[in-house]
C-alpha cells in the first residue's frame, strides 16, 4: 500500500518538475523573442518628420549647406572664366595659310645662261637659297636669236641639249624650287621653219600667221588698217615672196600666230606638254594680250590729236589687244596645264578673273620722275582689291631707275606689299663665278616676308607731309606688325607716324633703312621715335613694333 503510495507521489512529483522545466524553457523563448523584437525594432526604425525637420532647420545645418552651394557655383563660374581668359588672351593660332605656293615666295625671274653659262652651278643656287629664293622663271630656253624664237621645243645651243635642261630642272627642284619657263606665244622669229612654210604656202603651214594683201595702186602696197606694232610703225611688213602683208605687233622680225587657226592652238598645247613632261611645274606666258586681233580687221580708234597718229599710245587698240577670245583660249590653256598639275600665270590682262588661270600679272608703270599721288594711285586698286603680283616698270624707258637707292626702296616696297613681288634678277648676278653676300635688305626682307603679318594682315596707305610721303602699315593681332613709309622729296621731313596711324606706340624698333636712310638714323634694329622720325630726302624706313 505504501510502495503504490509512493509510487504515486513520486509520478507526481515528476509531472510537476517537467511542467516547471517546460514553463521555465517557454519563458526563456519568450524573453527571447521579446528581446529579438525590441532589437529589430532599434535597428529600422528612423527619425520621425518632426524630429528630422527639428535638425534640417537648425542654424548649423543650414548655413552648412548655404556653404557648399556657393562653393559649388564659385568654382563653376571659375572654371568657365578661366576658360574664356585662356580662349580670348592668350595668343592666337594663325590661321592657315590660304595662298598656294606660286602666292607665297617672290618669283627670281632669271636668265637661264647666267645659271648654266659657267660652273658652281650648286654655289649659285646655295645663294639664291639664301636670298629666300624659293620659285624661279627661266628665261631664254628656246632656241632662238636673241629674244626671236626659231623652236619653242628646242633648248638653246649654250644650255646644252635637252637632257642637259632637265638635269637643270631637276636640280633646281632638288633643292626646293619650283621651277617655271616664260615663253610669249604670240610670236616668233623670221627664222622659224614654220614661218618659212608659210610663206611658201604650204597646205598645213598657210595659214599658221597672219596674211592680208591690202591695196595697191599698181606701185605701191598699203597695209588694210591702221594699226600699229608698238614701237610705233605699222604692223604691217610686206612680203616679196607670198605678195602680202604679214602682222607683227612687235618687231617685224616677229611675225604674230594666228590663233584663229585650230592647228596653231594645238601646235602651243604639243609645246606645253613638251616642257612640263621635261618636268617644269609651271608656265609663265608673257604679252598674252595679244593673242587675237579683230577678224574683221577694223581700224584702230584714234584717242589723241590728230598730229600724234604716229604714236602707239595715239590708239585705243581696242582691235588688237585684250579681245574676249584671248581669255577663252587662256582659260584652255590653262585646263590643259592643270591636268599636269601645273601653273599658269599669265601677263598684262585687263581682267584677274579668267577661269583655269592660276595668276595674272601686271606691273605697275610708273615715269621716271613719279609723285607720291601717282605712286599712290598706282598701288592702291591692286594692293585693296586681291592678291597682286608686285613689279615697278619705268615707262620712260628701259632701266630709267638707276639710283641703287630707288631699287631697293622699289625691292622693299614689293616684298612688304600684300602679295608676291616678281623680281628681274640682274643678268651679272654670277658674272664671273663671284657669288656676292647677301646683303641687310636681302636677308632682312627674307625674314619680314616670313611673318604671317605679310600674308594675312591688313594694310592702310598714306600719302602723308603734303604729298611727299608714301606710307602704309601692315598689322595683325597676335603678330609682329610693321611700316614702311618712303620719302619722295629730296629734303629730309620729319614724320608723326603716332598721328597718322593707330595703334602705332611711340618707340619703334628700325628694322630695315635704305642708305641714306640709315646714314641720320640709329643702326638697326634699334628703337626710334615714331612721333618724331626724321627721314632722308628719297630714302625708305621699315619700322615693327
Known amino acids: 500500500m505504501s510502495l503504490e503510495k509512493?509510487?504515486?507521489?513520486?509520478?507526481?512529483?515528476?509531472?510537476?518538475?517537467?511542467?516547471?522545466?517546460?514553463?521555465?524553457?517557454?519563458?526563456?523563448?519568450?524573453?527571447?523573442?521579446?528581446?529579438?523584437a525590441d532589437h529589430t525594432e532599434t535597428a529600422y526604425a528612423g527619425m520621425g518628420k518632426e524630429e528630422l525637420m527639428k535638425y534640417a532647420?537648425?542654424?548649423?545645418w543650414v548655413r552648412l549647406r548655404w556653404l557648399l552651394f556657393v562653393t559649388f557655383w564659385l568654382s563653376w563660374f571659375a572654371m568657365m572664366f578661366g576658360a574664356l581668359f585662356i580662349i580670348f588672351l592668350t595668343p592666337k593660332c594663325f590661321s592657315t595659310s590660304k595662298h598656294e605656293w606660286y602666292q607665297k615666295s617672290p618669283v627670281y625671274i632669271i636668265n637661264t645662261a647666267s645659271l648654266v653659262s659657267q660652273n658652281g652651278l650648286d654655289e649659285k643656287i646655295e645663294y639664291m637659297q639664301k636670298l629666300g629664293v624659293q620659285h624661279v622663271v627661266l628665261t631664254s630656253v628656246f632656241q632662238a636669236v636673241g629674244d626671236e624664237v626659231i623652236d619653242f621645243m628646242k633648248v638653246n645651243i649654250s644650255l646644252g641639249n635637252e637632257d642637259s635642261m632637265k638635269n637643270l630642272v631637276k636640280n633646281l627642284k632638288t633643292k626646293g624650287m619650283k621651277v617655271m619657263l616664260k615663253l610669249v606665244p604670240n610670236h616668233s622669229s623670221r627664222l622659224n621653219l614654220i614661218f618659212e612654210r608659210s610663206v611658201l604656202k604650204e597646205t598645213l603651214y598657210k595659214d599658221f600667221y597672219i596674211w592680208n594683201s591690202g591695196f595697191s595702186d599698181g606701185t605701191h602696197h598699203y597695209p588694210i588698217n591702221n594699226w600699229l606694232s608698238v614701237t610705233?610703225?605699222?604692223?604691217?611688213?610686206?612680203?616679196?615672196?607670198?605678195?602680202?602683208?604679214?602682222?607683227?605687233?612687235?618687231?617685224?622680225?616677229?611675225?604674230?600666230?594666228?590663233?584663229?587657226?585650230e592647228d596653231v592652238v594645238d601646235y602651243f598645247e604639243k609645246v606645253f606638254k613638251h616642257w612640263l613632261d621635261i618636268g617644269v611645274d609651271g608656265l609663265y606666258l608673257d604679252k598674252v594680250q595679244y593673242l587675237f586681233e579683230d577678224k574683221d580687221f577694223k581700224n584702230d580708234t584714234i584717242t589723241t590729236a590728230p598730229n600724234m597718229t604716229n604714236k602707239y599710245d595715239s590708239f585705243s587698240h581696242k582691235a588688237t589687244s585684250?579681245?574676249?577670245?584671248?581669255?577663252?583660249?587662256?582659260?584652255?590653256w590653262g585646263n590643259l596645264i592643270r591636268n599636269y598639275s601645273g601653273v599658269l600665270i599669265v601677263s598684262d590682262l585687263d581682267s584677274n578673273d579668267i577661269k583655269g588661270i592660276n595668276m595674272v600679272h601686271s606691273s605697275v608703270k610708273l615715269p621716271s620722275d613719279f609723285t607720291g599721288e601717282q605712286l599712290f594711285n598706282a598701288i592702291l586698286p591692286k594692293?585693296?582689291?586681291?592678291?597682286?603680283?608686285?613689279?615697278?616698270?619705268?615707262?620712260?624707258?628701259?632701266?630709267?631707275?638707276?639710283?641703287?637707292?630707288?631699287?631697293?626702296?622699289?625691292?622693299?616696297?614689293?616684298?612688304?606689299?600684300?602679295?608676291?613681288?616678281?623680281?628681274?634678277a640682274d643678268s651679272k648676278l654670277f658674272e664671273n663665278n663671284k657669288i656676292p653676300n647677301v646683303t641687310l635688305i636681302q636677308s632682312t626682307l627674307k625674314k619680314l616676308r616670313s611673318m604671317p603679318t605679310i600674308e594675312l594682315g591688313s594694310f592702310n596707305a598714306k600719302l602723308l607731309n603734303n604729298d611727299k610721303v608714301f606710307a602704309f602699315d601692315r598689322v595683325m593681332s597676335g603678330s609682329e606688325s610693321l611700316l614702311f613709309a618712303w620719302n619722295l622729296s629730296k629734303n629730309i621731313t620729319?614724320?608723326?607716324?603716332?598721328?597718322?596711324?593707330?595703334?602705332?606706340?611711340?618707340?619703334v624698333?628700325?628694322?630695315?633703312?635704305?642708305?641714306?636712310?640709315?646714314?641720320?638714323?640709329?643702326?638697326?634694329?634699334?628703337?626710334?621715335?615714331?612721333n618724331l622720325l626724321n627721314l632722308a630726302g628719297e630714302s625708305a624706313v621699315v619700322l615693327t613694333f
Open 6 to 36: 509512493d509510487d504515486g507521489a513520486v509520478e507526481k512529483l515528476m509531472e510537476e518538475g517537467k511542467k516547471k522545466v517546460d514553463s521555465t524553457s517557454d519563458k526563456y523563448d519568450e524573453l527571447s523573442k521579446m528581446e529579438l
Open 57 to 60: 532647420n537648425s542654424p548649423f
Open 232 to 261: 610705233g610703225e605699222s604692223a604691217w611688213s610686206w612680203n616679196d615672196v607670198r605678195k602680202e602683208f604679214y602682222l607683227h605687233q612687235f618687231s617685224a622680225e616677229n611675225p604674230d600666230f594666228n590663233f584663229r587657226n
Open 322 to 332: 585684250n579681245l574676249p577670245e584671248t581669255k577663252e583660249l587662256l582659260s584652255r
Open 383 to 424: 594692293a585693296t582689291t586681291s592678291w597682286s603680283s608686285w613689279e615697278f616698270v619705268c615707262t620712260d624707258k628701259p632701266n630709267c631707275w638707276k639710283n641703287d637707292e630707288m631699287i631697293d626702296a622699289f625691292s622693299i616696297l614689293g616684298s612688304l606689299l600684300p602679295g608676291i613681288p616678281l623680281i628681274n
Open 494 to 507: 620729319v614724320l608723326n607716324l603716332t598721328k597718322e596711324f593707330d595703334g602705332i606706340p611711340s618707340e
Open 509 to 530: 624698333n628700325l628694322s630695315l633703312c635704305t642708305e641714306t636712310a640709315c646714314s641720320i638714323l640709329p643702326p638697326p634694329n634699334l628703337k626710334v621715335a615714331s
